[in-house]
């Protein structure tokens, strides 16, 4: 596979990072991962301006136009013959105030009609830095993702110390209840995802109602359908989740299908336009 490091092409083998480097000491640098389809990055501006945002906020700035970004990302693209794919870009700082830029691609997988979840409880400061942005600093979710992978589960599942849900490792959850979809509120300690704003802003569009709260995992007994979204999966059933001793099935019906469908379509209309 060929990988973009600071402006050069290169095989994966041969992209080289100094150890000095800061993600690698401490966890600080940022990352965003992308669906590409046709070779357009889905929502790019999106991704840029959360990563650009991040950045200010944990102070190291990152003075790269929007469009030179996009540019990289299409070089690899087409160094590596891919059109649908999923890239990952890392911004790292390193010691003598320089940057680190990495843009990894990989093939899109195929993905499941549904997932299932197993739950995991994290305990973490809600205001942390490392949590409500999208920073390197991760070892707890990669082993938490590990551990539901190897048990048979798509992802885990976070409830913080009150038992309430927070989010996956790598996506955000919705529940369908009776009247509305709810979903936990950022200062929850979750991480804003793009997809996850723009299931808001849909839903706002076609009258649906959609409450940001304080989700307890006793909601879990009385939702007709859940979901989760990210970048890659959009819009994911779930068909499964299990939590310590219980176990709660879902079938996924015209409310988060409707949704799903007003999601790809809004994906299929941004691409009509970027193609002009």
Same mark, same amino acid.
């Given at each position: 596979m060929?990988v973009?490091?600071?402006?050069q ?7 080289k ?15 965003e ?12 501006e ?12 944990i102070?190291?700035?990152f ?6 970004v996009k540019?990289?990302i299409?070089?690899v ?6 059109? /649908?794919?999923?890239?990952?870009i890392?911004?790292?700082k390193?010691?003598?105030d ?6 990894i ?5 195929k993905?499941p ?5 197993i ?6 400061d809600?205001?942390s ?10 070892g707890?979710?990669?082993?938490a ?9 798509n992802?885990a599942?976070?409830l913080n110390d009150k038992?309430e849900?927070v989010?996956c ?13 709810i ?8 991480l ?7 299931v ?6 076609n ?6 709260? /304080? ?5 879990l007994?009385?939702?007709k ?6 970048a890659i999966?959009?819009?994911m ?8 001793d ?5 079938k ?25």
């Amino acid at each position: 596979m060929l990988v973009f490091l600071n402006g050069q092409v290169l095989q994966e083998e041969d992209a080289k990072i100094s150890i000095t480097d800061l993600s690698y000491q401490f966890g600080y640098g940022l990352f965003e991962t992308i669906r590409c389809e046709n070779g357009i990055p889905v929502f790019f501006e999106d991704h840029y301006k959360r990563l650009t945002h991040s950045a200010k906020e944990i102070g190291m700035p990152f003075p790269v136009e929007e469009a030179e970004v996009k540019e990289w990302i299409k070089n690899v693209l087409n160094a590596n013959a891919l059109e /649908n794919a999923r890239i990952k870009i890392i911004i790292s700082k390193r010691l003598e105030d320089k940057f680190n830029v990495v843009i990894i691609p990989a093939a899109l997988e195929k993905l499941p009609l549904s997932y299932f979840l197993i739950s995991w409880i994290l305990h973490r400061d809600s205001r942390s830095i490392s949590f409500r942005h999208k920073t390197t600093s991760r070892g707890d979710s990669y082993v938490a993702y590990r551990y539901a992978q190897e048990n048979s589960f798509n992802d885990a599942l976070y409830l913080n110390d009150k038992n309430e849900l927070v989010e996956c490792t790598r996506a955000n959850i919705f529940l369908v209840m009776e009247d509305k979809i709810i979903t936990p509120l950022l200062e929850s300690g979750i991480l804003s995802g793009v997809t996850r704003t723009k299931v808001l802003e849909l839903a706002k569009e076609n009258n649906i109602q959609i409450e940001e709260k /304080n989700v307890h995992s006793l909601y879990l007994s009385k939702a007709k359908e859940v979901f989760i979204t990210n970048a890659i999966i959009g819009i994911m059933p779930v068909s499964r989740i299990k939590l310590e001793d219980k176990e709660y099935q879902f079938k996924t019906s015209i409310i988060t299908a409707n949704l799903k469908n007003t999601y790809d379509f809004a994906v299929k209309e941004y691409l009509k336009e970027v193609k002009g």
